[in-house]
């Protein structure tokens, strides 16, 4: 049956409005600075302030941060005795060196790090290079801003902006994260899916872990087209995921061997690996919001397909694709 036309002088539809973020009043929320500085500290900042004289440092003030209102100590800790969180990303050098070149410039150290409490110590999820730097000068303190509350400091590290990540640091970060919840408890991924951002991270976290040189941008749209967080507790859920980490690894290997033969056949675009990784890829073309395709089988087609790739097939035009693809994304 055909369909009938549409009328072109019928009136349009009108479309639907467009919700608009509510704004809070401007000196609507938090605190006054008189309630930033007024009342008592809880039993929990005075044995916060015991442990900093501690470790031989000086509470010089708490209050209560203006958002919240939870209280901070504002303290001077010997720099001995801050460390960075174990798990996030490794120190840039180039970046620590600039930090202990302009701090004299100014005479100053005016950037507090935040600090949490750990054993007779204290660990830092946003100084490392402020702790480097400062080393670098010989200094002998730094001025923290300190929390009672450990677990913050996951929260902050998945916030951390002072250096930009690329996909290498943020999986290692996320990986080591992982790792340290469940060696302390039984929390699982989705009760911590803030802090670890996406699931695949966790995946492609522990490829980087046992090869530096693993190509995770090449995998990560595979990857996270497939991961979910799970409701395991993370030491079960990490089982999981080393098994995922070991087919990507294999994989990889053969992909690497189909790269070979495109290099053989003449081709000497650095984007060859994205171009393999595409042609072999079964759900290149799914949709976000469906169903997830599982992991393990896709990564099995993956690895069938990349045994028999043919470099003969691989035309001008897919190096083009790949390249203005790949031109939008940094990684890497």
Request: hydrophobic content about 40%.
């Amino acid at each position: 049956m055909a369909r009938a036309k549409k009328d072109p002088a019928a009136p349009k539809k009108a479309a639907a409005p467009r919700k608009r973020k509510v704004k809070a009043e401007a000196g609507s929320v938090g605190l006054t600075a008189d309630e930033v500085a007024a009342g008592s500290p809880p039993g929990e900042v005075e044995e916060l302030s015991s442990k900093i004289e501690g470790a031989g440092g000086k509470t010089l003030a708490a209050y209560r941060e203006p958002l919240g209102g939870h209280w901070v100590a504002l303290a001077a800790l010997p720099l001995d005795r801050v460390k960075p969180t174990p798990y996030q990303r490794e120190l840039s050098k180039a970046h620590a060196e600039r930090l202990a070149t302009v701090i004299p410039k100014v005479g100053r150290f005016l950037d507090p790090v935040i600090a949490v409490p750990e054993g007779d110590s204290f660990i830092t999820p946003n100084g490392m290079h402020r702790l480097a730097a400062l080393g670098q000068l010989g200094a002998k303190t730094v001025i923290a801003l300190v929390m009672p509350e450990p677990e913050i400091a996951f929260r902050i590290l998945a916030l951390n902006t002072e250096k930009a990540h690329n996909l290498k640091d943020k999986a290692l970060e996320v990986i080591r994260m992982a790792r340290a919840i469940a060696e302390a408890d039984n929390r699982s991924e989705t009760d911590v899916a803030f802090e670890l951002e996406q699931p695949a991270l966790v995946t492609i976290g522990i490829c980087y872990e046992k090869n530096p040189r693993f190509s995770g941008g090449a995998y990560n749209s595979v990857v996270s087209k497939c991961e979910s967080f799970s409701t395991e507790p993370m030491a079960k859920s990490l089982k999981l995921r080393e098994a995922h980490a070991d087919k990507l690894l294999e994989l990889d290997e053969l992909v690497t061997k189909a790269v070979a033969k495109l290099k053989e056949a003449g081709w000497t675009s650095g984007y060859l690996k994205p171009i393999v990784v595409a042609r072999i890829n079964p759900i290149r073309f799914v949709k976000p919001g469906g169903d997830r395709p599982d992991l393990g089988k896709t990564i099995a087609k993956m690895i069938e397909s990349a045994k028999k790739f043919d470099a003969s097939k691989v035309k001008a035009a897919d190096i083009a694709i790949a390249a203005a693809s790949a031109g939008s994304s940094s990684d890497e």
